[in-house]
């Protein structure tokens, strides 16, 4: 299904959004523990299975108008971590990823510095594949854009208007019906109070306002073409793109399965994106998006969350370019619980590469075998409870503070090859 770009496109774009070049992992001895981390939904620890083996992980992605900033970088350490810790545990984990790479802030970016909104996509999805690869991240199974999945999203929209879940404004856009009965009912993931979700809605990129909805909550589903705009051929629905959470809803479906062992991202998408994502799903399966939502913390900078509207940007490109050891950077993300709200300060930077350094004088000193395994079980230990990586971190400290002549290189050789395949630093 061709677009019918008012921005003087030609064809489809083809094939999936590429990701980034793996890291390599190194296998350590034994079995790690299968994590228990903590759920926004059920408001504790997550109900997934014990002796789990399949994993099927979600992790919203970027709009890419401003990658990668430290916000950014803390969701994706923190999912990676996750991931290496489920795979050391023996767990078969199927990743996907979405970008959002049309939606109204793109747009507006582009239009603000004279660019194409394609190239000003496809740079900030470069720059953002380098940070991940600098930072070690293990990239998704699927890596897909919104594009890519319009084919998919008008199926999808044009599904939810035949159940009745959805209606179509005299503009042309065709929206979601929140008050659709589902099970579990719509505000289960966010727990949230209706004046609170208004709230929220309005500044997280809702349009409550908009006259003729049903509900000021029903999210956009289909946006109709506008002047200057780009669009593509919607069937039933008319020229138009797709709406912000449909996306995630058909791509996480496609490319992981329902339901999804964790949907995760940022504290600041489980309401309205991870509501309306379970809700459009829910509506359109019948299955339960997720058995578990997983939220990471704000990081924020001079005394704002981090935010490309606010423009306190932290980047991980341009703390490279300046110097910055990328290792140092991930520790610093690591040194804080995943769910934590942080500020960012250059000192704390400055003690997190005076930390990397002790740990890699210790990686040229002997540890014994003893030591190291012991050093392996409490890493796992740690991981396994809520991936509490700032208590791994301070095995770490005690390790490089503890190293002496009578180790060996077997011995060292161990903690380097864990924290390599666990944290993902590498230490050589």
Known sequence: MCAKFALHATKCDAGRVKSWSSPEIPSVSGRGKRPTVFCTSHRGPADTPRKLKEARLYVCGITPYDATHLGHAATYVAFDVLFRTWKDAG????????????????????????????????????????????????PPDAYIGAVESIDRVVDAVTRLLDKGAAYTLDSGDVYYRVGTRIEPPFGSTSHLERHEMLELFAERGGDPETAGKADPLDPLLWRAERAGEPAWDGGRLGAGRPGWHIECAVIAQDHAGLPLTVQGGGSDLAFPHHEMCAAHATALTGVNFAKAYMHVGMVGYEGEKISKSKGNLVLVSKLVEQGEDPMAIRALLLAHHYRSDWMYTDPLLAESRERLAAWRAAARSGTTMDAAEEILEDMRQNLGDDLDTPAVLDTLDEWADSVGDDGTAEGTALVVDAVDALLGITLR
């Open 91 to 138: 767990v078969d984990v199927t990743y996907a990823q979405n970008i959002t790479d049309v939606d109204d802030p793109l747009l507006e970016r582009a239009d603000a510095i004279g660019m194409d909104w394609r190239e000003l996509a496809e740079s900030q999805i470069d720059l953002f594949r380098s940070d991940m690869e600098l930072l070690r991240v293990i």
